[in-house]
């Protein structure tokens, strides 16, 4: 069975550009979730989904960053204009619907902003 | 609201030393609580993880118990070995389904 899959592994990326991250969760893992860890720090949470709803987005930092998720599959987060200070590594996680503690994480995507 | 706090490394052992990773937490109600790894290169694996007060989580060598009377959950390994150098992160969710909150990890680097 696949794991969690991320999309780019890394990404350099200049202030202002826009960058898309995708997330490929396990199959039939209705919940996905975003987090960012940023310079060393804690792993933050950004966001939750339950299939194509956002249950929880109050990890968000700001409106420019964009997260969807198609049809309840796979998931994407935008981040548009991209300043300095969005560099970290996006890890993305997904867990089963009911009656699950544990979330499995993809690898995550290096973003750094120059 | 809920955090956790754990050690800041970096902890350097020698390979067979005894190994403590010190965590709290702060939470409302009856959180379940992780440890997770980050290998080089790799994403965050689980660890070990315990549900209720009382419990311990084990795997790989590696133990931690839940302790209500402390909040607190360290993680332990009798014998470390090279490969066991990692990143860990202790972590917590209030419930089912639930988003995690993480301590800002700890790096461990085992020397021969």
């Known amino acids: 069975e696949a794991g969690v899959t991320q999309f780019p592994s890394h990404s350099v990326i200049e202030k202002g550009q826009t960058v898309t991250l995708r997330c490929d969760p396990i199959s039939g893992h209705d919940n996905l979730y975003w987090y960012r860890r940023v310079m060393g720090k804690e792993i933050k949470f950004l966001l939750h989904f339950v299939k194509e709803s956002k249950q929880d987005e109050s990890g968000m930092p700001n409106n420019r960053f964009l997260a969807e998720r198609t049809g309840g599959t796979y998931s994407t987060l935008k981040v548009q204009p991209a300043e300095l200070e969005d560099s970290g590594v996006y890890f993305c996680?997904?867990?089963?619907?009911?009656?699950?503690?544990?979330?499995?994480f993809g690898q995550g995507t290096r973003l750094t902003v120059v | 609201g809920n955090s956790v706090t754990q050690m800041e490394g970096p902890v350097t052992l020698s390979e067979e030393a005894f190994l403590t990773i010190n965590c709290t937490y702060t939470?409302?109600?009856?959180?379940?609580l992780f440890w997770y790894v980050q290998y080089p290169g790799e994403g965050l694996q689980l660890l070990l993880k315990?549900?209720?007060?009382?419990d311990k989580g084990s795997n790989k060598g590696f133990e931690a118990t839940y302790r209500k009377e402390t909040t607190s959950f360290h993680l332990e390994k009798g014998s470390v070995q090279v490969s066991d150098s990692a990143v860990y992160f202790c972590?917590?969710?209030?419930?089912?389904?639930?988003?995690?909150?993480f301590g800002t990890g700890t790096r461990l680097q085992v020397t021969l």
């Open positions: 315990a549900t209720k007060a009382d």
């Open positions: 972590a917590l969710t209030p419930g089912t389904a639930s988003k995690l909150t």
């Open positions: 996680a997904s867990s089963q619907a009911l009656g699950s503690t544990e979330a499995f």
């Open positions: 939470a409302t109600g009856y959180p379940s």
